[in-house]
């Protein structure tokens, strides 16, 4: 059901084609049953400030293990936003993509899923598919190459030890989910999935341990297909398990892939702690290509940096600029701030204030680069800082499943 969607805007700073979406969301109260009044509302605010979300879909306060969560944005306007919901711990059964095969998993959380139009103010709830969505990491979204406003949401569901995998899909075309077979190219390891990213009209599944799994569904005959990550830089199976995205990224930037790594430095023996930035050619490629690094002794010695007053530690990861793949961005105690990989150079730095979590549980999962469409991109922005931290004060030990998106992968 399609709702009203409203874009806050005071008054307008610098204009600026992109913004950093903080990927929890503000509740900002309970859904109206009547349907008035807007649901949607964010104040967009320039880079490296972080703009939120603020929806009335959600029902209840959002929790360390029950929160809304962008789980994609796309240039096109589309964002793709997942509530998880408390409920009865229950048991739910899996038809697995072979023949006569079924497993079961145990949940204490609904999932609601909707996708969400800025260039159209509206919000439309996605319907429950027949059979669960297994894992909310799994799911991405891509706008059709067609336009029109139609675009499809889809989770790949592989078996792993298997070779097949099952893609659930819902399009606007077609108006409910689908569920067709695929071959899976990959040998048996379990998945750490972090995020999809849509680009050139695939979506690409991200592995931060090991690499990219890709899909056109608008190809005549779609396929998956795999991209490792470069040569060295593969993790063991479970290796860096709940932290790769602290220090790991992979995202989209003057139209290529790019993949930023830190982990490697942290290993033992990986040398001096650095910053290295990615390239994949171009979709069709398996090979990346070093385009930029930087030790973080010499960022440090920047004068910029300096005058800044921060810190010489090693910050963790939040994302890569979308335009420009030589600016990298870093979270570092309360500050969000810029560097310039190649020139070796402080760029900027602010108060970030995401709603969650708190700022020594950052990773690059709470931040996503939105490219606006023209609508929104043309000076429709509005100041505003976010105090989730003034309301932190007391101190928060984060468990293993706080703030993690919920789900598995099915292996033999």
């Given at each position: 059901?399609?709702?009203?969607?409203?874009?806050?805007?005071?008054?307008?700073?610098?204009?600026?084609?992109?913004?950093?979406?903080?990927?929890?969301?503000?509740?900002?109260?309970?859904?109206?049953?009547?349907?008035?009044?807007?649901?949607?509302?964010?104040?967009?605010?320039?880079?490296?400030?972080?703009?939120?979300?603020?929806?009335?879909?959600?029902?209840?306060?959002?929790?360390?293990?029950?929160?809304?969560?962008?789980?994609?944005?796309?240039?096109?306007?589309?964002?793709?936003?997942?509530?998880?919901?408390?409920?009865?711990?229950?048991?739910?059964?899996?038809?697995?993509?072979?023949?006569?095969?079924?497993?079961?998993?145990?949940?204490?959380?609904?999932?609601?899923?909707?996708?969400?139009?800025?260039?159209?103010?509206?919000?439309?709830?996605?319907?429950?598919?027949?059979?669960?969505?297994?894992?909310?990491?799994?799911?991405?979204?891509?706008?059709?190459?067609?336009?029109?406003?139609?675009?499809?949401?889809?989770?790949?569901?592989?078996?792993?030890?298997?070779?097949?995998?099952?893609?659930?899909?819902?399009?606007?075309?077609?108006?409910?989910?689908?569920?067709?077979?695929?071959?899976?190219?990959?040998?048996?390891?379990?998945?750490?999935?972090?995020?999809?990213?849509?680009?050139?009209?695939?979506?690409?599944?991200?592995?931060?341990?090991?690499?990219?799994?890709?899909?056109?569904?608008?190809?005549?005959?779609?396929?998956?297909?795999?991209?490792?990550?470069?040569?060295?830089?593969?993790?063991?199976?479970?290796?860096?398990?709940?932290?790769?995205?602290?220090?790991?990224?992979?995202?989209?930037?003057?139209?290529?892939?790019?993949?930023?790594?830190?982990?490697?430095?942290?290993?033992?023996?990986?040398?001096?702690?650095?910053?290295?930035?990615?390239?994949?050619?171009?979709?069709?490629?398996?090979?990346?290509?070093?385009e930029h690094e930087a030790t973080f002794a010499d960022?440090?010695?920047?004068?910029?940096?300096?005058?800044?007053?921060?810190?010489?530690?090693?910050?963790?990861?939040?994302?890569?600029?979308?335009?420009?793949?030589?600016?990298?961005?870093?979270?570092?105690?309360?500050?969000?701030?810029?560097?310039?990989?190649?020139?070796?150079?402080?760029?900027?730095?602010?108060?970030?204030?995401?709603?969650?979590?708190?700022?020594?549980?950052?990773?690059?999962?709470?931040?996503?680069?939105?490219?606006?469409?023209?609508?929104?991109?043309?000076?429709?922005?509005?100041?505003?800082?976010?105090?989730?931290?003034?309301?932190?004060?007391?101190?928060?030990?984060?468990?293993?499943?706080?703030?993690?998106?919920?789900?598995?992968?099915?292996?033999?």
């Amino acid at each position: 059901m399609a709702r009203p969607l409203s874009w806050s805007a005071p008054r307008p700073p610098p204009t600026s084609s992109w913004v950093i979406l903080g990927s929890i969301a503000r509740v900002s109260g309970q859904a109206d049953e009547d349907g008035r009044g807007p649901h949607i509302s964010i104040a967009l605010t320039a880079p490296p400030r972080v703009s939120i979300l603020s929806p009335r879909v959600f029902p209840e306060p959002a929790t360390p293990q029950h929160f809304p969560f962008v789980l994609a944005a796309d240039p096109s306007g589309l964002l793709l936003l997942q509530a998880n919901l408390a409920c009865p711990r229950h048991r739910e059964d899996i038809e697995l993509p072979v023949p006569d095969r079924w497993a079961y998993c145990w949940r204490s959380s609904k999932s609601r899923y909707f996708v969400l139009d800025a260039t159209t103010a509206s919000a439309f709830h996605l319907p429950d598919p027949r059979r669960p969505i297994l894992h909310q990491a799994m799911l991405g979204l891509l706008a059709s190459p067609e336009g029109g406003g139609h675009y499809m949401v889809a989770e790949l569901q592989p078996f792993i030890g298997g070779d097949a995998a099952t893609l659930l899909c819902f399009s606007t075309e077609v108006g409910e989910w689908v569920y067709k077979p695929m071959d899976y190219p990959l040998p048996r390891r379990q998945l750490a999935p972090s995020c999809v990213v849509s680009h050139h009209g695939r979506l690409w599944w991200v592995d931060l341990s090991w690499g990219l799994i890709t899909w056109d569904p608008f190809a005549d005959k779609p396929v998956l297909a795999f991209v490792p990550f470069p040569p060295g830089t593969v993790l063991e199976c479970n290796e860096g398990f709940g932290i790769t995205d602290r220090y790991r990224h992979v995202g989209v930037s003057d139209g290529k892939l790019r993949f930023v790594d830190t982990y490697m430095s942290r290993r033992e023996g990986g040398g001096a702690p650095t910053v290295s930035v990615w390239t994949l050619a171009d979709p069709d490629s398996t090979e990346w290509t070093l385009e930029h690094e930087a030790t973080f002794a010499d960022i440090w010695a920047d004068k910029s940096y300096k005058a800044a007053k921060l810190p010489k530690e090693i910050p963790v990861l939040a994302l890569i600029h979308p335009e420009n793949p030589c600016v990298v961005y870093f979270f570092l105690e309360r500050q969000l701030f810029g560097v310039d990989v190649r020139a070796r150079k402080f760029v900027h730095c602010k108060v970030y204030g995401l709603v969650a979590p708190p700022s020594w549980y950052v990773a690059s999962r709470f931040v996503r680069a939105w490219v606006l469409p023209p609508a929104l991109s043309s000076g429709n922005w509005s100041y505003g800082m976010n105090w989730a931290e003034s309301v932190n004060e007391r101190p928060y030990q984060p468990s293993r499943g706080d703030y993690f998106l919920g789900g598995f992968t099915i292996q033999t």
